[in-house]
Nanobody, 121 residues
């Protein structure tokens, strides 16, 4: 199983930016599609973005399209989530995830420990 360690969360004002990082280890990174999910207090975990095995394709939830960008550096076994124009409703714990079977949201089942993102108004 892939081990995932997220970092980069924090407190930011609305309109600001953060970049999350997730370092993967334990398996061949390019055998995995990678994704980001988030969970706000009292809500279910939801899909944010995903990137295909070699990074040629990406998909985003409608709520973050045009503001967030997912990318991966296969040489560093790292996936990133660049978050711009942050809104208070983006406040959540953000989780990195991996999948060997595909990159649709339903394919992801392995999670990191999460990193907190708080956006103040």
């Amino acid at each position: 199983q892939m081990q995932l360690v997220e970092s980069g969360g924090g407190l930011v004002q609305a309109g600001g930016s953060l970049r999350l990082s997730c370092v993967a280890s334990g398996r061949t990174f390019t055998n995995y599609a990678m994704g980001w999910f988030r969970q706000a207090p009292g809500k279910e975990r939801e899909f944010v973005a995903a990137i295909s095995f070699h990074g040629s394709s990406r998909q985003y939830d409608d709520s973050v399209k045009g503001r967030f960008t997912i990318s991966r550096d296969n040489a560093k076994n790292t996936v990133y989530l660049q978050m711009n124009s942050l809104k208070p409703e983006d406040t959540a714990v953000y989780y990195c995830s991996s999948s060997m079977t595909g990159w649709a949201p339903r394919d992801f089942s392995s999670w990191g420990q999460g990193t907190q993102v708080t956006v103040s108004s």
